[in-house]
């Protein structure tokens, strides 16, 4: 179990981090989400020692390790994009951290060729680290940090620099991996989907802080506030005089009628999204698994599922950033373009 | 522990310059009669023209090669761009006795020697530096210009003189500098008739002992070079920024360009080929042929030293050893402390001795450890200690970089494995940093075995270095002398490129090549 307490972290100056807290418990994957310079890879380097904090503390099994120092730590770090030693083998880079704990060579070798198999790499040892492919690299760095048996697990962005089927497949490997592991970890990502796929729980961070810890569906239930909920790519956002609202996508049905106007509709894999404009009033996105769409200029008309409205808070921080002139975060994820 | 080792090896001897120059019987008193009188001036001037000569020539005969090298890509261009380093890294002593070889009688020693020696010399910097730069360059502005119908002189004229200015400032600034403090080029080739400043710091100390003067002339000197200094280190500067994106891809050149690009490959390494090559012919040549009399020689006693050259040898040996170790043991920790970023003062304070010149270096020397706390005359500690200062930062430049170029991640993953600090230096930062190690190391024996200017002030009469050997022997009348010098001339080169080599294989071996 690892716990982080009222983490604070400055860095020239600048508050990257202010009063952070955040928990996985034994065996628990928790995902760790937010928006690129939110502070995430800061808060993963406290965890491992690599980033000393201003004030707070770091709690291994219940035992404060803030001031112990990174080799000491016992926890495994996975980067972005693997960071395997260039100067030794597949099988050197897996044993390193067995080899500095002094472990015999028998038993370095054993286990090396265990954690090689596990992440399916099985008779990779003498492989050179510059022929591995992006996935592959990213496999041995796993297999890398596993075989020491840390405590607890960081991943800072592990799949980020990997594209497409490849992608999707290691994230599926890793779910397993964790799962049949018993692994404690923190999954560092940018991502919602590979988020709400690994975390049992899902900490948001936004701008140094915890906006919100929570189970997938309590996420995508009830958001914490309006920026939580764009930033999961919940749009329909509606204001009126009994306060702030969000209608999650598949609660807005897309019926025959003729006071709405399809602006837009965009099949999303299994679900097709419509974007809709009530006549003098606010679009909203629908998502449907419907195979005859309407398509763009259509007239319709849209029945609003009550269960999935939900009241939400406003926005803590949008007049701050209006005073200083900031765009709201959500605008600029690359996640839900316009 | 570098910044101990340079507070007192370089600020202490610099304190005594000041003090020896400043004080006159307990009161301040500038020396005023020595920097104004008509002899001070007059090397001052001699000092300045023959460096700004020596420039204008050096980026003249640079710039041919450095075209073909920025401009076009043929077979032999890596060997060509590293020969033409060659002569940059060969002991001054050596260019002078190779000058002294080649020059016919009568202008063996004079203005034309000396010019020629410095251009010899520097070629390598405008060539690399001119060079580097220009490959760098946009050639569409160069192609437009041919469309639109101005010839290759105009086009290089109007368009590529002015795009290289950055460059050729800096290497013009850089050449100035080296020729501006050079110091065993002018004492060989220059006979008694010519002096630098530099040179005539010497002559004050060490013929006339007249250690006010030098002192004065030796303040005048560092103040000339710290302006110097300024103005390259503005002009480097402005180098780096202006840097522009990669440029085209260098071609095969072809037709008429194939011959120019072989004129200015031939042309100038031939021309910097035939100094040295004319030193081992002379160095063989005895009366009616060729033999290895000189060679054999070297083992018996002569009246230009007190012990046998071979002794020379030996002691160069051992000294630029140590001297090596000394210079890794202060730069390695200066570089890793450079590229940790907290060194910013400490970065400039190792670079120092750069900008100080040797002979400078060698009178401060002689100044601050003849009296006690510190009397190292009758050591021979002084030497190594020298050549460790001037080879210093030549370690740091060339370590820093590769230590720069270890991703810190690499560390971090280390530590978060398990690695103690003392731990990721061994497993990651020196297989990673092992290469430039070496080179460091090769580049610091290479150094002190080649010093000459500050070790001529503090080289023991019975322990001569090779240099220093050199130097005595050219300094007597007779063809035998001047075929020892030769001799010795050709032995100190070959060392030079066997420490260089063996350090690249014992201490590169096992390092990651990427």
Request: charged share 20%; hydrophobic share 55%.
């Amino acid at each position: 179990m690892i716990r982080l307490e009222g983490i604070v972290v400055e860095l020239g100056g600048v508050r990257i981090l202010d009063g952070v807290g955040l928990e996985a418990g034994e065996a628990e994957t928790l995902a760790l989400l937010g928006p690129s310079g939110s502070g995430k890879s800061t808060l993963l380097r406290v965890a491992a020692g690599l980033q000393p904090p201003a004030a707070g503390r770091v709690l291994l099994d219940g035992a404060d390790i803030t001031r112990v120092p990174a080799h000491r730590r016992g926890v495994g770090l996975v980067f972005q994009d693997a960071v395997l030693f260039p100067h030794r083998t597949v099988g050197d880079n897996v044993g390193f951290g067995l080899r500095v704990r002094g472990d015999a060579v028998a038993d370095r070798r054993r286990r090396v060729s265990e954690l090689l198999e596990l992440v399916g790499l099985a008779g990779a040892e003498q492989r050179d680290v510059g022929t591995l492919s992006g996935g592959e690299a990213q496999r041995v760095a796993l297999a890398r940090a596993l075989a020491p048996s840390p405590r607890v697990l960081l991943l800072d962005e592990p799949l980020a620099s990997l594209d497409g089927p490849l992608r999707d497949r290691l994230r599926d490997d890793l779910h397993d991996l964790f799962a049949a592991l018993r692994l404690t970890v923190v999954h560092v990502t940018h991502d919602v989907a590979e988020a709400f796929a690994l975390g049992r729980r899902v900490a948001v961070l936004r701008d140094g802080r915890i906006a919100q810890t929570a189970t997938p569906d309590e996420l995508w239930s009830r958001p914490a506030d309006t920026w939580v909920a764009r930033f999961l790519g919940m749009r329909n956002l509606i204001e009126d005089d009994a306060g702030l609202r969000v209608v999650r996508p598949e609660a807005v049905h897309v019926v025959p009628g003729d006071d709405a106007v399809v602006l837009a509709v965009d099949r999303r894999g299994p679900l097709t999204v419509l974007t809709v404009r009530l006549d003098g009033a606010e679009e909203l996105e629908a998502a449907t698994t419907t195979l005859t769409a309407p398509r763009p200029g259509d007239r319709v008309s849209v029945e609003i599922d009550p269960d999935g409205v939900v009241d939400v808070a406003a926005d803590p921080y949008a007049e701050r950033e209006a005073a200083h002139g900031r765009a709201d975060d959500a605008d600029d994820l690359p996640l839900h373009p316009r | 522990m570098p910044l101990a080792f340079l507070a007192v090896f370089f600020a202490w001897p610099l304190v005594a310059i000041l003090e020896r120059s400043l004080v006159l019987d307990g009161r301040l008193d500038l020396p005023l009669d020595v920097l104004a009188s008509s002899s001070t001036l007059e090397v001052a001037w001699f000092t300045t023209w023959q460096a700004a000569v020596s420039t204008v020539l050096a980026v003249v005969a640079g710039l041919p090669l450095a075209w073909a090298i920025a401009r076009f890509s043929f077979p032999g261009r890596r060997l060509a761009e590293a020969l033409v380093l060659v002569p940059f890294v060969l002991p001054t002593v050596v260019v002078a006795t190779a000058f002294v070889a080649l020059l016919p009688d009568g202008i063996e020693r004079s203005v034309w020697a000396i010019l020629l020696a410095h251009v010899f010399f520097n070629v390598a910097v405008v060539v690399r530096l001119v060079g580097s730069y220009w490959s760098g360059l946009d050639a569409r502005a160069w192609d437009a210009a041919a469309t639109l119908g101005a010839g290759p002189a105009r086009r290089f004229r109007s368009l590529t003189l002015p795009a290289l200015a950055p460059a050729l400032a800096a290497a013009a600034s850089i050449v100035f500098l080296f020729c501006f403090t050079s110091f065993g080029v002018i004492l060989i080739l220059g006979g008694p008739r010519y002096a630098t400043l530099e040179t005539e710091i010497y002559n004050q100390a060490a013929r006339a002992f007249d250690l006010r003067t030098a002192a004065a002339l030796a303040l005048l000197q560092l103040a000339a070079v710290a302006l110097v200094v300024a103005v390259a280190g503005r002009l480097e500067r402005r180098l780096g920024g202006s840097r522009s994106a990669r440029g085209a891809r260098a071609q095969r050149p072809g037709g008429r360009e194939r011959a120019w690009v072989a004129v200015a490959v031939g042309g100038t390494l031939g021309l910097l080929a035939l100094p040295p090559a004319t030193l081992v012919e002379r160095s063989l040549a005895v009366p009616g042929g060729h033999g290895l009399d000189h060679y054999r020689r070297l083992a018996e006693q002569t009246p230009a030293l007190l012990v046998t050259p071979w002794h020379a040898i030996l002691n160069s040996l051992l000294f630029a050893t140590i001297a090596a170790g000394i210079a890794l043991a202060v730069g390695i920790p200066a570089a890793v402390l450079a590229v940790r970023g907290a060194g910013g003062a400490l970065d400039t304070l190792v670079m120092l001795p750069l900008g100080a010149s040797a002979a400078m270096l060698g009178f401060g020397f002689l100044l601050a450890f003849a009296d006690p706390p510190l009397d190292l005359r009758g050591t021979i500690w002084l030497v190594p200690i020298a050549q460790a200062l001037v080879a210093t930062p030549f370690v740091v430049r060339s370590l820093a970089p590769t230590l720069r170029s270890v991703d810190n991640r690499l560390r971090e993953a280390a530590a978060v494995l398990g690695a103690s600090p003392p731990r990721v230096r061994r497993e990651v930062d020196l297989p990673l940093a092992a290469r430039g190690l070496a080179v460091a190391a090769g580049l610091a024996f290479a150094i002190a075995l080649g010093e000459f200017g500050a070790t001529v002030f503090v080289a023991r009469a019975d322990w001569p270095t090779l240099p220093v050997a050199i130097f005595r022997f050219l300094g007597r009348p007779g063809a035998e002398n001047v075929g020892q010098a030769m001799a010795l001339c050709v032995v100190l080169m070959s060392l030079t490129a066997a420490g260089a080599i063996a350090a690249d294989r014992v201490l590169g071996r096992g390092g990651w090549r990427s």
